[in-house]
C-alpha cells in the first residue's frame, strides 16, 4: 500500500475538494505510479473532486458510509465502493491510497 499526496510549500495537500497546486510533473508521477499499483482508494470527496473520471487504467475503490451514495457509486465502471478502509486495504493490499483528509487522518491513526 502506498499514500500518495502532493504538498505545498506550507504543508498543505488540498484546498476546496482539489490540490493546493498543480504540477504536470507530480500529476505525470501520481498517474505513472497509480497505474502501476492498478488500484486506488479514495473517500468520496476526493472521487468527486477528479476532473476525469474514471482515471484510466485503475480500480477505483471509494469510501463511503452513505448506503445510497455506496449504491450509485457502483454502477460506475472501474468503481467499487466500501464503507471501511482496513476492509478495503484487505482487499487491495498493494493499492495507492490518493485522499482525501480524512482517509489521510485514519492512515496516519492506523500505521
Known amino acids: 500500500m502506498s499514500l ?3 504538498l505545498d510549500e506550507d504543508g498543505v495537500f488540498g ?11 507530480d500529476l505525470a508521477r501520481f ?4 497505474k502501476a499499483a492498478g488500484v486506488v482508494i479514495m473517500g468520496s470527496g476526493t472521487w468527486f473532486s477528479l476532473s476525469k473520471k474514471p482515471l484510466a487504467f485503475r ?4 469510501l463511503t458510509r452513505d448506503a445510497v451514495l455506496m449504491e450509485a457509486l ?3 465502471s472501474s468503481v467499487e465502493c466500501h464503507s471501511d ?3 478495503a486495504l484487505a482487499l487491495y493490499p498493494h493499492a495507492c491510497v490518493i485522499g482525501g ?11
Open 4 to 6: 500518495i499526496l502532493s
Open 15 to 25: 484546498v476546496g475538494n482539489g490540490l493546493a497546486y498543480r504540477s504536470q510533473k
Open 31 to 34: 498517474s505513472v505510479l497509480t
Open 59 to 62: 480500480k477505483h475503490v471509494i
Open 74 to 76: 457502483s454502477r460506475e
Open 85 to 87: 478502509l482496513p476492509a
Open 101 to 111: 483528509a480524512n482517509i489521510f487522518a485514519q492512515m496516519m491513526e492506523s500505521h
